[in-house]
């Protein structure tokens, strides 16, 4: 398997646990008395009302309220409302991303011995998310998660040593850690299970044990949309990836109401994965994503528009789409949106505007709007020619990765490998 299998799972869990709240709160809600009990105080009714809020079950819909709340309840120590607050900040619901806050909030619940903090504190050292990539710290957190009963803490460790992501790799230990992720009801872990049985990894090949772990894992994940995209993800980075799977578990969570899944179905379509091409059910998906929020699905529907791939050609349809996505803090968005300034028809162009959205998606880690910003500055494109100013987002851009940048500066400096 490939590294980030460890993460697949992980980096749904920033974004989920408010959600998985959710569904698991789903059935109806004793609106009023909540509301009562929060007002007297009671902080775990104010996180419960703060979640109602968040989904607009049974009130309207307002991640300002939610928010309020979930504050209020944290003041009171209540390890369940900073996760909350932690994943706003981090998903960027009603409140500017941002991760620094969400760490912060997420390291207050992990020293009230909350594990699913714990867990995503491992999650962010290990992908190198607001602190500095740490593998070792990433294993000390999820293995204190895991001691407190962290189902994910736990498929996250049997990830590790399956990998040998900064350990050497252990297929028993992975095994082990699988196993207890299992018992403690993950159905990913079981997942993986079923997958090592099928591929002889660290056990003997067994197609029965495979496919029994396969079974249970399904039940599993059968009314949780948290696991059923999570296994799917599994699927997805397998080694080879196994994508028709990944496509049957994706269109499950779809189908249940979860964004991402409806995204990466719609990307399977448009890149034929697991699937025949087809822009027609790829733009479907994307638009049944974007409807319910993802800000990805509104950039893909901007370039469906900016291309007339499928749909009349439209500039300013794409621009709504950009700006959609932008608002939500996108920097694929905030970047399309300076394309649109830059190059788009004379009734929209505007060099400024384009600066302004460049540097915007540049402060998000865009490497391409560096790039742009760079030629903007160069050419003397909305701001005045500064070489200096061109030469440093030239710079940026290629710390960051950008190709392109890299050979500009070359070509600069005299030394071209052309």
Do not use: C
């Not at 974004?15 to 998985?20: L, Y």
């Not at 990944?246 to 979860?258: F, L, P, R, T, Y």
């Not at 007339?308 to 500039?315: F, I, L, S, T």
């Not at 794409?318 to 788009?344: C, H, P, S, V, W």
């Amino acid at each position: 398997m490939k590294t980030f299998i460890v993460l697949a799972a992980s980096f749904l869990l920033l974004t989920w646990s408010t959600r998985t709240a959710r569904a698991q709160d789903s059935q109806p809600a004793k609106t009023r008395t909540l509301s009562t009990d929060a007002a007297a105080g009671d902080a775990q009714a104010m996180q419960r009302l703060g979640l109602l809020y968040y989904q607009g079950r049974d009130v309207e819909q307002s991640f300002l309220k939610a928010r309020k709340l979930w504050e209020k309840a944290a003041a009171r120590g209540n390890a369940a409302a900073m996760v909350n607050l932690g994943d706003l900040y981090s998903d960027g619901r009603g409140v500017p991303s941002d991760i620094q806050k969400a760490l912060f909030w997420y390291e207050k619940a992990a020293a009230a011995s909350d594990p699913t903090a714990m867990t995503k504190l491992g999650v962010l050292y290990q992908s190198g998310i607001g602190v500095s990539q740490d593998f070792a710290k990433a294993r000390d957190w999820w293995e204190k998660a895991a001691a407190r009963g962290g189902a994910q803490a736990m498929f996250n460790l049997g990830g590790v040593y399956l990998n040998g992501v900064g350990v050497p790799q252990d297929y028993e230990k992975a095994r082990s850690w699988f196993e207890a992720s299992a018992s403690a009801g993950n159905a990913i872990a079981m997942i993986a299970l079923g997958f090592m049985y099928r591929k002889g990894e660290g056990v003997s090949q067994n197609d029965e044990k495979s496919k029994e772990w396969d079974r249970k894992g399904a039940a599993a994940a059968t009314g949780d949309l948290f696991q059923t995209s999570g296994i799917a993800y599994f699927y997805a980075q397998s080694s080879p990836p196994d994508y028709p799977r990944a496509n049957e578990w994706w269109e499950k969570a779809a189908v249940a109401g979860d964004p991402s899944s409806m995204f990466n179905l719609g990307s399977s379509y448009f890149h034929g994965l697991g699937v025949e091409v087809d822009h027609r059910k790829a733009r479907e998906w994307y638009e049944k994503a974007s409807n319910s929020g993802s800000d990805q699905a509104m950039v893909r529907l901007g370039w469906f528009y900016s291309q007339g791939d499928g749909v009349p050609k439209n500039e300013h349809k794409a621009k709504e789409f950009y700006e959609q996505a932008a608002a939500r803090g996108n920097a694929d968005g905030m970047f399309n949106l300076g394309t649109i300034y830059e190059f788009g028809s004379p009734g929209i162009r505007d060099y400024r505007k384009a600066k302004v959205w460049y540097e915007k998606a540049a402060n998000l880690g865009n490497s391409d709007a560096m790039y742009n910003l760079g030629e903007l500055y160069y050419n003397g494109k909305g701001v005045p020619a500064d070489h200096v100013y061109a030469v440093t987002w030239m710079m940026k851009a290629a710390q960051a990765g950008n190709e392109q940048a890299a050979k500009i500066l070359r070509q600069l400096s005299g030394q071209s490998s052309d």
